[in-house]
């Protein structure tokens, strides 16, 4: 039986299952900083604020992420240190510069009654079973906002698209990545997406 709960809750340490999932889901972002997904989970392993994340469980093993916030507080935090640990002097510097950008910039204008759901991930042998459907639901049914924005999924997601669209996101933006660096890493738009109670 597959089990949701808050990652701060969960009787185990939950960061590296979380950081192995991170590390598998976001490899084509995070490519330049190491090919080598142990690596890239050790490195990013230290940045989950547990207090926002919720994770899927089965028999002892993380097999499901997703993080919801009120749009001000931090769902990550990098702290280059550690990231220079793992990736080395340079590439550590480089991902603490740009990936703050990417992933440590709260909503501009966040609205009271709003959540953002982020960081949706499902360990690579139980996709397509209906874990991150399950994770969101409970997100939706658990937490108190009348809205919830998930902010960026890459055009080319397709499963991640099929599926907000059945639990009942609607597009609301969409934001084209530059022509040079979308033939790079195969992603055309990065579409937010909408759901009202």
């Known amino acids: 039986m597959i089990n949701v709960?808050?990652?701060?809750?969960?009787?185990?340490?939950?960061?590296r299952g979380i950081s192995e999932i991170f590390a598998e889901g976001f490899t084509q972002w995070l490519g330049f900083f190491s090919k080598n997904p142990k690596k890239i989970a050790a490195a990013f392993a230290?940045?989950?604020?547990?207090?926002?994340?919720?994770?899927?469980l089965y028999k002892g093993q993380?097999?499901?992420?997703?993080?919801?916030?009120d749009g001000t507080?931090?769902?990550?935090?990098?702290?280059?240190?550690?990231?220079?640990?793992?990736?080395?002097f340079y590439k550590g510097s480089l991902a603490g510069i740009f990936l703050k950008?990417?992933?440590?910039s709260p909503f501009v204008n966040p609205?009271?009654?709003?959540?953002?759901?982020e960081f949706v991930g499902t360990a690579a042998e139980f996709r397509g079973q209906g874990i991150a459907s399950q994770m969101i639901r409970?997100?939706?049914?658990?937490?108190?906002?009348?809205?919830?924005?998930?902010?960026?999924?890459?055009?080319?997601?397709?499963?991640a698209m099929k599926l907000y669209s059945k639990l009942g996101f609607?597009?609301?933006?969409?934001?084209?990545?530059?022509?040079?660096?979308?033939?790079?890493?195969?992603?055309?738009?990065?579409?937010?997406?909408?759901y009202s109670k």
């Open 5 to 15: 709960v808050k990652a701060d809750q969960a009787e185990f340490d939950v960061r």
């Open 46 to 56: 230290h940045m989950f604020a547990l207090d926002q994340f919720y994770v899927a």
């Open 62 to 69: 993380v097999i499901g992420m997703a993080s919801c916030t």
């Open 73 to 88: 507080s931090l769902s990550v935090k990098l702290n280059t240190k550690e990231l220079r640990k793992h990736l080395g």
């Open 101 to 104: 950008k990417e992933f440590a």
């Open 111 to 117: 609205s009271p009654g709003v959540g953002s759901i």
């Open 138 to 159: 409970h997100i939706l049914e658990h937490t108190p906002y009348e809205a919830y924005l998930i902010e960026e999924v890459a055009d080319t997601n397709i499963p």
């Open 170 to 194: 609607e597009e609301y933006k969409r934001r084209q990545i530059p022509v040079k660096r979308a033939k790079k890493i195969g992603i055309n738009y990065l579409i937010s997406l909408k």
